[in-house]
């Protein structure tokens, strides 16, 4: 089966699937490298968004901070625009097939193609080196693999990732037979890597241990603005994307997010203006664009049941379609059947 197959024959759209991992609030790097094209894909689309709530886990966790989050990332999904009406939306946990695809994948993984992972290296030197964060990728792989996606849209810092999971899907597709639809990851040209505000050179991320480094999509309007306020800056006054200048044109980036204007324009814009200018715009736009996400994600929050019959639906469409992946896989692999 090739990549350019179309793999959901019944509808004859391509098959996308996505995750983000509830370890901490949504902040806008989210959005900017995966939220904002799901958002687009959605309608061209078959699309399956899972909270990657067993991946959590590979990071000690408080049970109690796990489920709210999970439900937290399963909101702002919908909050940011993602409707279930349109697409698959689930909790990873509720569907068991994702973990026993894993585990005929990881029989399939070398040890080398695991330690090679950028991630690991980078998680391994601050969290405890379990098995957990050792095999992350390969139930990466199966949450992709399970659901035949054609598409991942991703920030650029899962493309590793995607590429074993390229690896895997053509691996099992040579020793048994074709099987997996190899997917193809979707990074976006700009917001693919959006970088911390404090430490320019380093990635934003929802746990990051300074709150004043990332944006969050639930912050309020003062913490947007006082965080960007506060955004380092790099030396020069001119406003323009500069690779040798990582603070000005992480500020750029979030401003064309938060706009979807073209970069020229923006360029254009703030030609002759200064850092404060620059700055106190940004705030506006991205309070702007984050006031109706975040009205929608409260009212979501106060009602529970609408979300929690979302996420039901969504896991029983979501199983369905594992299983027939996997009763593919065992029959492929040599597993008797159950008997009935
Ligand atoms: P996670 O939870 O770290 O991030 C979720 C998504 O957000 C993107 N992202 C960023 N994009 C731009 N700039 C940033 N600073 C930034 N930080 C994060 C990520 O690239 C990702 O698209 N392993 C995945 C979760 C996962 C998954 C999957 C994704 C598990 N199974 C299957 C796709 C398909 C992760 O840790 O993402």
Known sequence: MSNQESSNTATNKKVILSGMQPTGRLMIGNYA????????????????FCVVDMHAITVRQ????????????????????????????????????????AWVLTCLTYMGECSRMTQFKEKSEKHSETVGLFTYPILMAADILIYQADLVPVGADQKQHLELTRNLAERFNHYYSDTFVVPDPYIPPDGHRIMS???????????????KSTLFLTDSPDEIRNKIKRAVTDSGTEIRMDEARPAVS????????????????????????????????LADAMIALLEPVQAEYNRLMDDKTYLEQILKDGAEAARRRAHKTLRKVYKKTGFVPAFS
């Open 33 to 48: 490298g995966a939220l904002r094209n799901w958002n687009a894909l959605q309608h061209t689309h078959d699309c399956l």
């Open 62 to 101: 408080k049970p109690a901070d796990l489920r709210r989050t999970s439900l937290d990332v399963a909101a702002l999904y919908i909050a940011s625009g993602i409707d279930p009406e349109k697409s698959v939306i689930f909790l990873q946990s509720h569907v068991p097939q994702h973990a026993e695809l």
């Open 197 to 211: 505000l404090q430490e320019p050179d380093k990635k934003m991320s929802k746990s990051d241990s300074n709150q």
């Open 250 to 281: 992480n500020l750029l980036t979030l401003y064309q997010i938060a706009t979807s204007k073209p970069m020229a324009d923006i360029e254009a814009h703030f030609a002759g203006k200064n850092y404060a200018e620059l700055k106190s715009e």
